[in-house]
């Protein structure tokens, strides 16, 4: 079984872990009704994408 020799820092630990950690996602405002939404992706509240009418809400 492995053992460490050394106690591994807080320094190394931690830029181990840089990765581990939560993101929000970027949000853009709707151009119809200004709700934010995920860019590139039909917004929820009112159906449209691109100043087009996709999805009657």
Excluded at 32 to 37: A, F
């Amino acid at each position: 079984m492995a053992v460490p020799k050394r106690k591994t820092s807080k320094k190394v630990k931690n830029q181990r872990r840089t990765h581990k950690k939560l993101h929000v996602p970027g949000m853009v405002a709707c151009s119809n009704c200004g709700e934010l939404t995920k860019p590139h992706h039909v917004c929820r509240a009112c159906g449209q994408y691109d100043g087009k009418q996709v999805v009657e809400a």
